[in-house]
C-alpha cells in the first residue's frame, strides 16, 4: 500500500513537471488595443479578461495567460509573435 502511495505522488509530481505557462511580457511598442484584440482572437478570451491581462502586462511587467503543456502553448506563443507580441514559455 505504501508503494501505491509514492506511486501516486509521482504521478501527480510528473503531471505538476508537465505544466507550463505561457507569460505576456509587456513593451513600449504596441498600443493597448492590439494586444487585447490580438489576446481575444488568440487565446479565446473575453473582453474583460483580455484588458486585464493587458493591463496587468503594462503595470507589472508581464502577465500569465495559460496553462498547459508546451506543446498546447507553442502555437499561442507562435501566434502572438506573429502579431509583434513578446511572450515565453515558463519552465
Known amino acids: 500500500m505504501v508503494k501505491e502511495k509514492e ?6 509530481n510528473d503531471v505538476i513537471l508537465r505544466d507550463k505557462t ?5 513593451d513600449e511598442v ?21 484588458e486585464q491581462c493587458t493591463l496587468i502586462a503594462h503595470l507589472k ?4 495567460i495559460k496553462k498547459g503543456s508546451r506543446e498546447e502553448l ?9 502579431r509583434k507580441l513578446s511572450s515565453i514559455i515558463s519552465e
Open 61 to 64: 511587467g508581464k502577465c500569465a
Open 22 to 26: 505561457l507569460i505576456l511580457l509587456n
Open 30 to 50: 504596441n498600443a493597448f488595443d492590439h494586444v487585447v484584440e490580438s489576446l481575444i482572437d488568440v487565446c479565446n478570451f473575453a473582453v474583460e479578461q483580455a
Open 74 to 82: 507553442s502555437p499561442l506563443k507562435q501566434q502572438l509573435s506573429d
Open 7 to 12: 506511486k501516486t505522488t509521482e504521478d501527480a
